[in-house]
């Protein structure tokens, strides 16, 4: 399964945009580059998820790089509850009779400050 | 909808007793899947399933069995827990369709500690 690098921990204000960089050079041309988040105490939950082009949702706006090597999650405003782990993970999500497997990393600590 | 339920919230087990945590889901996924999360870390994948009937082992399967009678309920069974089995354990279920695998919907976790 190809890998993701993420940063340990980021910070960010409230209200303020914040950029969650993930790293995937070795990415295959049907991996699926997904999000999820985990707030504190929850299981995880979906974010976004995306091919080649950038994608938007009410939740947030996933930018991927033309060479596909690596991705950036986007929050456009900070809020209190956007405190979470956040996690990037490669997914063939084309259907081949079995199953596509997530596998987490140790994902990025974002603390928002008010 | 419930989504995905997990029972129970919390358990502490001594050293070699064996039980149960349930999982059930209400949106007539066909996959489920069982992780762990240790302190710290990411969640591994314990065992999951791709029909009723139907189950495989994950990255950590074990200490643990499954089986999957319905496609609502996934339990998973703890043989003889060991100290090593203390975690938070989340089930999670998705589909697929037209070819594609869609995202997973997670049970919000039981955390079980064995003494």
């Known amino acids: 399964d190809a890998k993701t690098t993420q940063p340990n921990s980021m910070e960010s204000n409230e209200e303020e945009p914040v950029h969650l960089p993930c790293n995937h050079s070795?990415?295959?041309?049907?991996?699926?580059i997904h999000w999820y988040r985990q707030l504190p105490s929850q299981g995880p939950e979906y974010v976004i998820h995306?091919?080649?082009s950038n994608v938007n949702n009410r939740m947030a706006s996933l930018a991927i790089a033309e060479d596909r090597k690596s991705s950036t999650l986007i929050l456009h405003r900070a809020t209190l509850r956007d405190a979470a782990v956040y996690y990037c993970i490669l997914r063939d999500v084309m259907f081949s009779g079995g199953y596509n497997k997530l596998i987490f990393g140790a994902g990025t600590r974002l603390a928002v400050h008010p | 909808n419930a989504g995905v339920t997990q029972t129970p919230k919390f358990q502490v087990l001594k050293t070699g007793q064996s039980m149960t945590l349930q999982c059930a889901q209400d949106m007539n996924h066909e996959y489920m899947s069982w992780y762990r999360q240790d302190p710290g870390m990411g969640l591994r994948l314990i065992h999951y399933s791709v029909g009723a009937g139907i189950t495989d082992q994950g990255e950590v399967p074990n200490g643990y069995n499954v089986s999957r009678s319905t496609t609502e309920d996934f339990p998973l069974r703890l043989l003889s827990a060991a100290p090593s089995q203390t975690s938070v354990y989340f089930c999670?279920?998705?589909?697929?369709?037209?070819?594609?695998?869609?995202?997973?919907?997670f049970g919000p976790g039981t955390r079980l500690t064995v003494l």
């Open positions: 070795t990415i295959s041309g049907t991996d699926y």
């Open positions: 995306g091919l080649t």
């Open positions: 999670a279920s998705s589909y697929s369709s037209r070819g594609v695998h869609h995202e997973q919907f």
